[in-house]
């Protein structure tokens, strides 16, 4: 009896002491979430903190069509609401993560004790809610075990408040929306772009399965890795099975889909990634300078790589695209040329310089790189950067067939990329001066100087139709008015010139007379100085500013010929005015400046004003319709004639509907250029070396017509094959009442000279 007595007190002292501690234990994790709340252990998101929670939003830049071209950002983050997820991957996140999200209010207790008691081996206890608040407001754990029970007591208590602050549906976007994918994909929206080229909406199951794999360690299971891939994709796989247990699909389905490859479409987002990158570089440039004009309304200055700034633009994303792989397709096949030429050219790349200017050259080019700058700047001494410049690293250099790895000095890497020809393309709708498209260069990671903007190159010939609009607008000229294709002197001292000045002709070929249509067309040098003589360099320059151009012009005959230094951007925004009846609308390139809630900061309007009476404007558009018809520009609209190597990319181009366009071509053949327009759409497009030194030797590949129209006309192929864009091909609108006669039948007879005269004709 009393061994029984014992055997009862014995047990009754193991149960008393069992339920003190689970008591104990019980009272003490409750004492610790009070102190953990009250703030004991550290300061716990206020209410507005849990109301916004703090995140890197990045600014996005947003096209006319609704597409987004790129961002500025710290972190690539661009949240999306729930309505913008999939179900899908709702039923993917919740079905691995946690499936009884609906249930609890934050912490899921049973999963809890699951995770203790097996040590973590099936799972950790963690509910989204309490995945969400580690990453908004702690990040990873701590690896002490104390501080790592103190982080999880926290996060308990911030996980049921979130619970309480938000609805489930906003939980589950925002652990999306915060979460970092790698290889810059902060947030489902940046993932499912990066990873599979979509937006959120479109992903498929196995997608948005493979995206909530990655959630339970991205670095672990990052599908950019090939010895991931396989890992990647079993991972997917328990996705789907957790999809299927909690009927979500169907084990037909479950078991189809794992058998799919990972099937991705990458695109990656840094800045010289994707479209549009030169101009997304301006508009940088831009936005800091309007920040800083724009504080917020408690006195703060935005942050474009933290504040989510909606930057709607001009910019249509298919016209960029096309722009892009015109220039790509004419570059690549004209790099193909010009090397072939250097073969045999013993200064290559260079011509016109000896053994001492190219020294100087490369030096300069030495000065003025990053790595110059960079061991200046840390207090090398000249030698030593010099030095430096010779020694042979492993590098990734430029090739249009890709980049290649190899082994070379900086100073030959220098070198080695002034062989290549640049370029740049503009695209602005004359009507509203909205700027469509805008090609800076040929790769932005490798060439990241602008050629639209930041670049100004001698104009030649596409300078010509500022004199004649000139000589239209004061003289009333016509096209069909006759001139005599004869040399042409302005004796010195007139317009302050030292020295009398008599232009030639490109092979010194005259004779006879010839329209201004017919001059302009076959860009006459003698009858151009006769038209500046008429009405004075002065008002053509005074024209020229009106129209739009900012840079300094002299007042001197010799501008007639394009000898002044323009910008791309400058010229086709002149151009522009007379594709839109005589009125200048300024280039513009945003719509709209709006904050990450969607107010509107600032809506931007087009400014204008009359440069040329509608008639003056109108003839204009007539002279230029004519380069295009039997003129240096006439290769647009033939099917006939050979060019040497193929240098004319695309060609036959066949064009039938009525462009107004002008070729220019520099001395030693240093810039081609080509200004084309059709009633809603003007274009410009540069092609050069980086050095005036670089370029071809002769004329017949070197003119603007070899370099720089073909990119036009492969462009404006692109353009017009989709219909959506409605780019006109309709005739220019003629004013009612035109007064100057338009209308040269009778004026043929001066064919033969012309043809003679052309110095940008194809090789017969």
């Not at 010139?497 to 329209?515: A, C, F, H, I, R």
């Not at 300024?586 to 400014?607: C, H, S, Y």
């Not at 004519?626 to 193929?646: F, I, Q």
């Not at 192929?717 to 003629?734: G, I, P, R, T, W």
Request: charged share 25%; proline share 4%.
């Amino acid at each position: 009896m009393k061994k029984k007595e014992k055997t009862n007190n014995q047990f009754s002292k193991y149960v008393k002491w069992f339920w003190i501690t689970v008591l104990g234990g019980v009272l003490t994790l409750v004492f610790l979430f009070l102190l953990a709340s009250w703030g004991v252990f550290g300061t716990l998101p206020t209410f507005e903190e849990l109301e916004n929670p703090e995140h890197n939003l990045a600014s996005e830049v947003i096209s006319i069509d609704g597409k987004t071209l790129g961002k500025y950002f710290k972190e690539n983050r661009t949240p999306v609401k729930f309505k913008d997820l999939p179900e899908n991957l709702v039923n993917a996140l919740v079905s691995t993560e946690d499936e009884r999200f609906y249930e609890h209010s934050g912490i899921d207790f049973k999963a809890t004790f699951r995770a203790i008691v097996k040590m973590g081996k099936e799972g950790g206890g963690s509910t989204i809610t309490q995945q969400l608040a580690k990453l908004l407001f702690h990040g990873e754990g701590s690896k002490n075990l104390p501080e790592r029970i103190l982080q999880k007591v926290k996060e308990y208590v911030i996980a049921v408040r979130l619970e309480k602050q938000y609805t489930k549906q906003e939980i589950l976007a925002m652990y999306l929306n915060k979460y970092d994918f790698l290889n810059q994909a902060v947030g489902i929206r940046s993932a499912s772009r990066i990873y599979f080229g979509k937006e959120p909406k479109e992903l498929t199951i196995p997608e948005s399965a493979m995206l909530v794999g990655m959630l339970k360690n991205a670095s672990y299971f990052n599908p950019l890795r090939q010895s991931r891939k396989k890992l990647v994709k079993n991972r997917r796989n328990v996705v789907l099975h957790q999809m299927f247990k909690n009927h979500f699909i169907s084990e037909v389905q479950k078991d189809s889909l794992q058998k799919l490859d990972l099937e991705l479409n990458v695109n990656r987002e840094g800045h010289s990634d994707g479209y549009a990158t030169y101009f997304r570089e301006y508009l940088r440039d831009f936005m800091k300078k309007w920040i800083k004009k724009n504080p917020k309304p408690d006195g703060t200055f935005y942050n474009l790589h933290r504040d989510g700034l909606k930057i709607y633009v001009t910019i249509d994303s298919r016209m960029q695209k096309y722009a892009e792989e015109a220039m790509k397709e004419h570059m690549s096949n004209l790099q193909r040329v010009f090397f072939k030429e250097q073969k045999y050219n013993r200064t290559a790349p260079f011509y016109d310089l000896d053994k001492k200017q190219i020294a100087n050259t490369i030096e300069q080019a030495m000065k003025r790189s990053n790595r110059w700058k960079r061991m200046k700047r840390n207090g090398a001494s000249v030698k030593e950067i010099k030095a430096s410049f010779n020694k042979k690293y492993e590098m990734k250099v430029f090739s249009w067939k890709g980049d290649i790895d190899t082994i070379m000095s900086p100073k030959d890497s220098i070198r080695y990329y002034k062989y290549f020809l640049r370029s740049g393309l503009l695209s602005i709708e004359p009507q509203s001066g909205h700027i469509k498209a805008w090609v800076g260069g040929i790769n932005y990671k490798h060439f990241q100087f602008d050629a639209v903007k930041q670049q100004k190159r001698q104009v030649g010939s596409t300078f010509k139709p500022f004199v004649y609009a000139t000589a239209i607008n004061q003289l009333n000229l016509s096209p069909c008015d006759k001139f005599p294709n004869t040399p042409y002197t302005i004796p010195k001292e007139k317009y302050g010139m030292p020295e009398d000045w008599t232009p030639v002709n490109s092979g010194n070929k005259y004779g006879g007379e010839l329209t201004l249509k017919q001059a302009l067309a076959g860009s006459v040098n003698v009858i151009t100085a006769k038209l500046i003589d008429m009405v004075n360099p002065k008002n053509v320059v005074s024209l020229a500013k009106s129209a739009g151009i900012e840079s300094d012009i002299p007042e001197v005959p010799a501008i007639a010929l394009g000898s002044v230094d323009l910008s791309l951007y400058e010229m086709l925004g002149a151009y522009t005015t007379f594709a839109n009846k005589g009125l200048r609308v300024e280039p513009m390139m945003l719509l709209k400046i709006e904050d990450k809630n969607g107010t509107v900061l600032e809506q931007f309007i087009p400014n204008s004003k009359e440069v040329l009476s509608e008639e003056s404007a109108y003839v204009v558009i007539n002279l230029l319709e004519g380069v295009t018809e039997a003129g240096s520009g006439v290769r647009l609209r033939t099917k006939w004639g050979k060019y040497p190597d193929n240098i004319a990319t695309g060609y036959p181009y066949e064009f039938t509907n009525p462009i107004a366009g002008k070729t220019g071509t520099t001395q030693n053949q240093s810039d081609g250029w080509f200004m084309g327009i059709v009633p809603n759409l003007a274009t410009g497009v540069w092609v050069g070396g980086e050095d005036r030194s670089t370029h071809f030797a002769g004329i017949i590949k070197g003119q603007g017509a070899s370099m720089a129209l073909p990119i036009w006309a492969l462009y404006y192929k692109k353009l017009y094959a989709d219909k959506s864009l409605n780019v006109s091909q309709e005739e220019f609108e003629k004013p009612e009442n035109l007064s100057i006669d338009v209308n040269c039948d009778d004026a043929t007879d001066a064919d033969e000279n012309l043809k003679n005269t052309i110095d940008e004709d194809p090789e017969f």
